[in-house]
C-alpha cells in the first residue's frame, strides 16, 4: 500500500502516476487532496468548474462532485478506464483523503516530483480547497 501526499502537486499530473501505478495492481491512498492545485488563472478554472457543476439536473446527469477528494478521485477515474474490468478493479484500489486519517498517520508519505507545482513555467495556480469552497462543497 502506498500513501501519496497532494501537498503542491499539479492535479492532473498527479492522477495520471496513480493511474498508472492503480492499473499495475498497486493500492494508493491519495492524502491531502485540499492540498492539490490546478495550473491557471482563478477566473478561468472556476468558471471551467462552475459550468461542469451547471451540466445537467437535479434527476439526470452529469453529477459533477463538489467535495475534493471526491474531485481528486474523479481525475484519477479519467485516467482509467473504468468502464472495463481491470479499469474497474484499478479504481477499486484508489483511495482519496482531506487531511491525513489517523491509519495512515505513521505511514511514510510519497510525493511525486515530477507534479510539484515548482515545475510550471508561469506561477499562476489555484489549490482544490479554493474551488472545493467555491462550489459549496465541504472540507
Known amino acids: 500500500m502506498t500513501s501519496i501526499d497532494a501537498t503542491n ?3 492532473g499530473r ?5 493511474a498508472k501505478r492503480a492499473l499495475l ?4 491512498n491519495v492524502v491531502n ?8 488563472s482563478k477566473s478561468d478554472i472556476f468558471n471551467r468548474y462552475r459550468t461542469r457543476l451547471a451540466k445537467g439536473s437535479q434527476a439526470k446527469g452529469p453529477f459533477f462532485p ?9 481525475a484519477i477515474r479519467g485516467m482509467i478506464p473504468y468502464k472495463q474490468a481491470k479499469g474497474r478493479l484499478a479504481f477499486q484500489r484508489v483511495q482519496c483523503f ?14 511525486i516530483p515530477e507534479a510539484n507545482v515548482s515545475r510550471l513555467s508561469r506561477a499562476k495556480h489555484t489549490p482544490l480547497s479554493q ?3 467555491y462550489l459549496g462543497g465541504k472540507l
Not at 463538489?66 to 481528486?72: C, E, L, P, S
Open 66 to 74: 463538489r467535495k475534493v477528494d471526491v474531485i481528486v478521485r474523479r
Open 33 to 40: 487532496c485540499e492540498k492539490a492545485v490546478i495550473s491557471g
Open 14 to 18: 498527479m492522477a495520471t502516476n496513480v
Open 9 to 11: 502537486l499539479i492535479l
Open 25 to 28: 495492481g498497486e493500492t494508493i
Open 131 to 133: 474551488i472545493g469552497i
Open 98 to 111: 482531506i487531511g491525513v486519517p489517523e491509519e495512515l498517520a505513521k505511514e511514510k508519505l510519497e510525493t
